[in-house]
């Protein structure tokens, strides 16, 4: 009688306990709030600069040489305002800085965040969490930006840096050899004249064909791999269920979408955006995007971005992107 | 006919009855596994361009003076150039304050353009029909009239269409009411499943996503080289989804494109809305069906989907009918006492957790989500199993009587959630 009463409460338990839970939370209504939205967001590749320049611009005019106090409701955030750099070579400062004027970094700098209303120059092997300049910046060798880096007017980078998670520049942005990038916004983003190998184009047998130097007057949706040969001329978009190859100096007046991998060779066009759910390999002098239209490279995975390459917009690698060099 | 083959009529129902389940069972147990462990597929919302499709937006309205301001002045305030925007509210035969508000929007903003539909059948679909017409732009974007955009959305919906195989594209829809009570609780959850993971997981798959009627959009010519949109459907994102799948396009989930709609908090509201979606699911499965067998465009695991998809309005009242079975065999002696009441177990727990309130998909999307709380009403989901196996089964004979009939639909408006607006706002 004892066992037959206990297993009768233990069932009772194991079946009312989920409900007892469920009426808890029913009744409290502790997660009852509506899933947060961001309906505010919208897509910009500058968005970092902006909301830092929107917290911190205003201490450009305030007097030099006096902490600023906590502006970036951050509790460790200490900020201070100064007229010129006050590092020297091997210098690791914590302090979020306003530089009212011009920084030119010496070697081996560790610092934090840094706004700089003139030029940015030097800072080779600098390690920095953040940097916002206000005119041009010229940067490295061997800068590793943990955050992002963006430059009101242009932004160069030498080579053997690293810019975390963006790089972006109201004008043009100039990657030397072997810089690792997640995100790059330029206009345009070009790639220096860099040695390195470039990976080859894919043997793709079986492949649809787009004859070399002919001109293609629609749409393309290839089910498998897609080769459209040297010169060839496409005057309309074009999806790929496979992997794509663009012959050397061949032409896509349009977008391109490809499920596989997207090699462009050699001075190849592509005026629309290039968007790849693999990875994607823009070859020498390969252009994406025209002057005032800007578009996007985007790869869900990795991209490589070879010598003198042109992208007018946003390159954008999910697991990284680098330019080629030594 | 005798009780011994009348027995085994009944015996085989009930072995197809779970059978069905089985296949519902491991296809939301599939999608809940893609969603929390295989690659995401990605969607085209981070591509920056500077040269926007030009798209028109249309907001179908029937009596919505509580809320059309605020869905114009969210569309009015969209980043997207007004060049390349025309925005249609569709008057559908509104009698309060919604025709002087679309009025009064048309005369300060050259880019409103509504749509004023003074007789004849009312309906989303009708109105659709004549927007295609009217349109400007080749990309229409639908949305409820409750529903309030933020300024990001146009442009991440209208970024699908660089795809040219694209012939439509569905956001994510959020329920904003969701603390008012049980039913928006719970509706909230099945909306996180439904969205967080079934819809990505078929895009991650490469099966069939749907476009959903709302927070969507499609290709206006390729719609109206399809035929348009059919007048005797309740159901018209379904319908164009599996007619645009037939022919060879393809349907993009947006799953960061998101967007807060309102939810029906009283039952009566909640029960007629999946009434209407289940006649008009039904109606579309009976037109589509045999379209999505035999495309030449989709594999063979695609068309599953399709069928999938197209019958799971159909499925509660077969599982009503295989409780009904288990209980006749019962009280015929053809069926042991465990194994019935194994079965009836079986069919309620299933239909609780794994059908219309596919609980692992739930769990899952609450993960994604950041859930934490919510998790626990997960049981609750049980009382949805009858209302929800009512709401369908009605609409299932409301589609038999339509097709035995040769019955018209009419449309039925879901109640809204909102407070009106306070007299003498601007």
Redesign the interface.
């Known amino acids: 009688m004892i066992s037959l009463t206990v297993t009768i409460i233990a069932f009772a338990a194991v079946f009312f306990a989920?409900?007892f839970?469920?009426g808890?939370?029913?009744v409290r209504?502790?997660?009852?709030?509506?899933?947060p939205?961001?309906?505010?967001?919208?897509?910009e590749?500058r968005f970092f600069a902006r909301s830092f320049r929107e917290k911190i611009g205003r201490l450009a005019d305030a007097p030099a040489g006096t902490p600023a106090g906590h502006v970036l409701s951050r509790v460790d955030d200490d900020v201070h305002v100064v007229d010129e750099l006050p590092y020297q070579a091997r210098t690791t400062d914590t302090r979020v800085l306003v530089v009212r004027g011009s920084a030119d970094y010496p070697k081996d700098v560790v610092m934090r965040d840094h706004y700089v209303v003139g030029n940015a120059s030097g800072g080779e092997r600098l390690r920095a969490r953040t940097i916002l300049v206000e005119g041009d910046a010229t940067l490295g060798p061997g800068l590793r930006v943990r955050r992002w880096i963006d430059a009101e007017r242009s932004l160069t980078v030498r080579r053997g840096s690293g810019l975390g998670l963006s790089g972006s520049a109201g004008g043009p942005v100039t990657l030397e050899g072997d810089v690792r990038f997640t995100r790059v916004?330029g206009t345009p983003v070009r790639t220096a004249a860099n040695g390195g190998a470039i990976p080859a184009a894919p043997h793709l047998p079986g492949a649809e064909i787009v004859d070399a130097e002919s001109v293609h007057a629609a749409?393309i949706?290839a089910r498998g791999d897609l080769h459209i040969r040297p010169g060839a001329r496409v005057h309309?978009?074009?999806?790929c269920h496979g992997r794509l190859v663009v012959g050397a100096g061949a032409v896509v007046d349009?977008?391109v979408?490809v499920r596989g991998n997207v090699h462009l060779g050699a001075g190849a066009q592509v005026t629309?955006?290039v968007?790849s759910?693999a990875s994607i390999v823009l070859s020498h002098e390969a252009r994406v995007a025209l002057e005032?239209?800007?578009?996007?490279v985007?790869a869900?995975r990795r991209i490589v971005l070879g010598p003198e390459v042109t992208v007018w917009?946003?390159v954008?690698a999910?697991r990284g992107g680098r330019t080629t060099g030594a | 006919m005798n009780t011994s083959l009348f027995a085994h009529v009944l015996q085989t129902y009930v072995v197809i009855v779970i059978a069905v389940m089985c296949v519902y069972a491991v296809r939301h147990f599939w999608f809940s596994i893609s969603r929390l462990s295989m690659t995401q597929r990605p969607s085209f919302q981070d591509l920056y361009d500077d040269e926007l499709p030009a798209i028109t937006v249309v907001v179908p309205m029937h009596n919505e003076a509580t809320v059309a301001r605020d869905a114009l002045e969210a569309l009015l305030n969209a980043d997207y150039p007004p060049d390349r925007l025309e925005i249609i509210p569709i008057d559908d035969q509104s009698r309060d304050a919604t025709t002087s508000i679309l009025a009064e929007y048309a005369d300060r903003h050259p880019i409103v353009r509504p749509l004023y539909v003074l007789r004849g059948a009312r309906g989303k679909q009708n109105s659709l029909n004549v927007v295609l017409r009217i349109a400007k732009h080749p990309i229409v974007l639908v949305f409820d009239a409750d529903y309030t955009p933020g300024p990001g959305l146009l442009r991440e919906l209208g970024a699908a269409f660089t795809d040219p195989e694209v012939g439509a594209v569905m956001g994510r829809v959020v329920p904003r009411n969701t603390g008012r009570n049980l039913l928006t609780r719970l509706l909230s959850l099945e909306r996180s499943g439904g969205y967080q993971v079934d819809q990505q997981a078929r895009f991650n798959l490469d099966l069939l996503p749907q476009y959903g009627g709302t927070v969507g959009g499609f290709r206006r010519e390729l719609v109206e080289r399809i035929g348009g949109f059919h007048e005797e459907t309740l159901a018209e994102d379904t319908d164009l989804t599996v007619r645009l799948y037939a022919q060879g396009w393809k349907v993009v989930y947006a799953n960061r494109a998101e967007c807060y709609e309102e939810v029906p908090h009283q039952w009566s509201v909640r029960f007629r809305q999946l009434r209407r979606w289940s006649r008009g699911h039904n109606r579309a499965m009976l037109r589509n069906l045999s379209a999505i067998v035999r495309s030449e465009h989709l594999s063979f695991i695609q068309r599953l989907d399709g069928v999938l998809l197209l019958l799971v309005y159909a499925i509660p009242p077969l599982l009503l009918g295989g409780l009904a079975a288990n209980v006749v065999l019962f009280y015929m002696g053809a069926m042991p006492v465990i194994a019935s009441i194994l079965i009836g177990f079986f069919i309620v727990g299933y239909n609780a957790v794994g059908n219309f309130a596919p609980v692992y998909e739930i769990g899952a999307a609450e993960l994604l989500d950041g859930g934490v709380e919510r998790i626990y009403l997960l049981p609750l989901l049980f009382t949805l199993f009858l209302f929800n196996s009512a709401a369908v089964s009605a609409g299932v004979f409301d589609t038999i009587g339509d097709v035995l009939k040769s019955r018209s639909v009419r449309w039925d408006k879901t109640g809204r959630a909102r407070r009106p607006e306070a007299p003498g706002r601007a």
């Open positions: 989920p409900l839970m469920a808890v939370e029913l209504k502790r997660d009852a709030a509506a899933l939205l961001t309906p505010e967001y919208v897509r590749p916004f749409d949706v309309g978009s074009v999806k349009g977008s979408t629309g955006h968007f759910e005032g239209a800007r578009k996007s985007y869900a917009g946003w954008f999910e």
